[in-house]
């Protein structure tokens, strides 16, 4: 059996629909603006446009990562795994109907499906709220690194020191950080660096676009996708990928 392509469809901010070896993951899902939390960039996919899901992962409770409302209209809820970085938000998830839901620690590997195993990675930041990143790795030996709310170089490195390269990377650009205090996600100076330390041939930038609404006022940016294509250098494609559509990698 020829092996298949991994295919990347990014939805909002970081939330993304992968496909690795036909089995659907959703990440960090955000499907429902609130008048105080707007997108800042069109809603790529609604729930009905999405396939049957092989698992759910979330990052961090922050609501554009962790919509709880916009997940009560996800189907399958008894067969759908959730994967959270921490158990009270596990048992916000099970009130909203899902019975397959676990908090997963750094360190740990899950096989989400036959011959697909997922990684759970140190962050290196728990200041803020629990935050957790995901490896996740193919039976053809495909490996995919999704960051969500990454904000420093330094995890990657430690990451890379024990793991294999990856193929692709998902990191944040937008260098989120509040009016005062540090940076919550990287620029797209970090995600560069990041997915150079982690050998990916390709990043996909996520967690680009910022809102404007009353929480965006506290806040500020400090880059976009754009400046992470003019970082990279020759050995690192940055692939600038528009919500909703569905971009295939390949070896």
């Known amino acids: 059996m ?57 990052t961090n409770v922050a609501t554009n990562h962790f919509d709880l409302p916009g997940m009560r209209t996800l189907p399958a809820k008894d067969t759908t795994p959730v994967y959270v970085p921490a158990p009270n938000m596990a048992r916000r998830v099970r009130a909203q109907g899902f019975r397959r839901v ?14 697909l195993s997922m990684f759970v990675v140190p962050s290196g930041r728990t200041a803020v709220w629990p935050n957790n990143a995901y490896a996740f790795t193919t039976a053809g030996g495909d490996r995919v ?32 950080r509040p009016l005062l205090g540090p940076r ?14 982690l050998g990916a041939k390709v990043l ?10 009353p929480l965006s006022r506290l806040f500020r940016t400090t880059g976009t996708a754009s400046d992470a294509v003019a970082l990279a250098g020759p050995d ?12 295939k990698f390949t070896q």
């Open 2 to 58: 020829s092996k298949q392509p991994i295919t990347v469809t990014r939805i909002v901010n970081s939330c993304v629909l992968l496909e690795l070896d036909g089995h659907a993951i959703l990440t960090d899902p955000w499907f429902i603006e609130r008048w105080w939390l707007r997108r800042g960039e069109p809603l790529g996919l609604h729930v009905a446009d999405l396939p049957p899901l092989t698992a759910v992962v979330i």
């Open 102 to 115: 676990e908090a997963v620690n750094w360190g740990q590997t899950r096989e989400i499906a036959p011959g």
């Open 145 to 176: 690194f999704f960051g969500g709310e990454m904000d420093d170089v330094e995890p990657l490195e430690r990451y890379r020191a024990e793991h294999p390269p990856v193929d692709l990377a998902l990191l944040p650009v937008n260098g989120l």
């Open 184 to 197: 919550l996600v990287m620029g797209p100076r970090q995600a560069v660096a990041g997915s150079s330390v």
């Open 204 to 213: 996909v930038p996520v967690h680009d676009a910022h809102g404007h609404d």
């Open 236 to 247: 690192l494609r940055v692939v600038d990928l528009p919500t909703g559509e569905r971009w």
